[in-house]
């Protein structure tokens, strides 16, 4: 499987937008999960929002709901993540993740669930 490749990472101030973009050939060509997961330094990484692939679920954590929005672009091979009013605790390392099941809401928060990681993009919010 090809490497899931992230971009759109940056500086931002406090109520910012920014979209983060996750190449991804290949793992649209079939119906899996796909998602996005961030760390920062010192904590565990946490599941932020995932979808499957053929539209039916998305999840969101609670601390990101109606402010990202998880999307693709199934032609382009793309996943994105548009995140709006940034806070400073959204700060950290995003990383795309994909795996080749359908999600699920009991287990899209695991981190042992995924099959594959991007390197990650930094996101850093300023208060």
């Known amino acids: 499987q090809a490497q899931l490749i992230e971009s759109g990472g940056g500086s931002v101030p406090f109520g910012g937008s920014l979209t983060l973009s996750c190449s991804a050939p290949?793992?649209?060509?079939?119906?899996?999960?796909m998602g996005w997961w961030r760390q920062t330094p010192g904590k565990n990484r946490e599941a932020v929002a995932a979808?499957?692939?053929?539209?039916?679920?998305?999840f969101y954590t609670d601390s990101v709901k109606g402010r990202f929005t998880i999307s693709q672009d199934t032609a382009k091979a793309m996943l994105y993540l548009q995140m709006n009013s940034l806070k400073p605790e959204d700060s950290a390392t995003y990383y795309c993740?994909?795996?080749?099941?359908?999600?699920?809401?009991?287990?899209?928060?695991?981190?042992?669930?995924?099959?594959?990681w991007g390197q990650g993009t930094q996101v850093t919010v300023s208060s």
């Open positions: 979808r499957d692939t053929d539209y039916i679920r998305t």
């Open positions: 993740v994909a795996d080749p099941r359908d999600c699920y809401s009991g287990s899209w928060k695991r981190e042992d669930v995924w099959m594959h």
């Open positions: 290949g793992y649209f060509e079939k119906n899996g999960c």
